[in-house]
């Protein structure tokens, strides 16, 4: 409630999604939200999946094959696991530098689910994704941030453009593998709204040139980024990036 920062950037945020000025009502919302997510993902860490009511929509994209689930700070990514009920593994490619304290306090209430973080930027990153998706496991990566230099696509997104990295496309295009957008929406209380869409595939990329594929990637990231609009319309309270996103 004190950090002005955080409070500008969503404040911003809400003024474009709801395409007015936001009250102090649905201020405070959104950082309940967000609390109440983060506060959430300590029972999802101890698996008591029993707590929560999981609406589910988009099963039907999912066969034995592995996926890279593609989020955004948007709703809770540990919903997924709840969806999956144990029944699918779920692994979450991160830089282990973000988001630090609250790794290592999750760490602290159920150690063993820091087997299911496969860390970017090693330089065996790319084969423990591979061994992942191959076992039919979904890894699930936040694509709506960008992480310095890295190459962007300026997209429009509520009224105006914004950076998306192109990195997290590049990686699954990389790895031969399909991608769908996935998003757990906090409706609150116990209930949780959990989204999965269709974004690209790209298991047939072998022999394509690189222009060509570099169109299929940004394709896909701009296919990524209206899915984060239209989602972030649908739950205004879940957009959990308290940052200033558009540039």
Not at 27 to 36: E, K, M, N, Y
Not at 176 to 185: E, Q, S
Not at 194 to 204: H, I, N, Q
Not at 206 to 211: H, I, M, T
Request: hydrophobic share 45%.
């Amino acid at each position: 409630l004190t950090a002005r920062a955080a409070n500008r950037a969503s404040r911003e945020f809400l003024r474009r999604a709801l395409g007015r000025e936001p009250t102090l009502r649905e201020r405070f919302r959104l950082l309940f939200h967000f609390a109440s997510t983060v506060h959430d993902r300590v029972f999802f860490h101890l698996r008591r999946f029993d707590l929560f009511e999981i609406e589910l929509h988009g099963e039907d994209l999912f066969d034995e094959r592995g996926a890279i689930l593609m989020g955004a700070h948007l709703g809770s990514f540990e919903a997924i696991r709840a969806a999956a009920r144990g029944e699918r593994p779920v692994a979450m490619a991160m830089y282990e530098e973000n988001a630090r304290k609250v790794q290592s306090a999750l760490a602290a209430v159920a150690p063993e689910m820091q087997k299911d973080i496969v860390p970017l930027g090693r330089v065996d990153s790319m084969l423990r994704l591979q061994e992942r998706l191959e076992s039919g496991a979904f890894v699930g990566v936040l694509a709506d941030r960008t992480l310095g230099d890295e190459p962007v696509l300026d997209l429009a997104v509520l009224g105006a453009p914004a950076p998306f990295p192109t990195g997290p496309m590049r990686m699954a295009a990389a790895l031969r593998t399909r991608v769908l957008f996935m998003t757990g929406l906090y409706r609150g209380g116990n209930r949780y709204e959990v989204r999965f869409e269709p974004l690209a595939d790209f298991g047939s990329l072998e022999g394509v040139a690189r222009d060509e594929r570099a169109r299929l990637v940004n394709e896909a990231v701009a296919r990524y980024a209206q899915c984060l609009e239209r989602h972030c319309r649908m739950a205004p309270d879940n957009f959990f990036n308290f940052y200033p996103f558009w540039r």
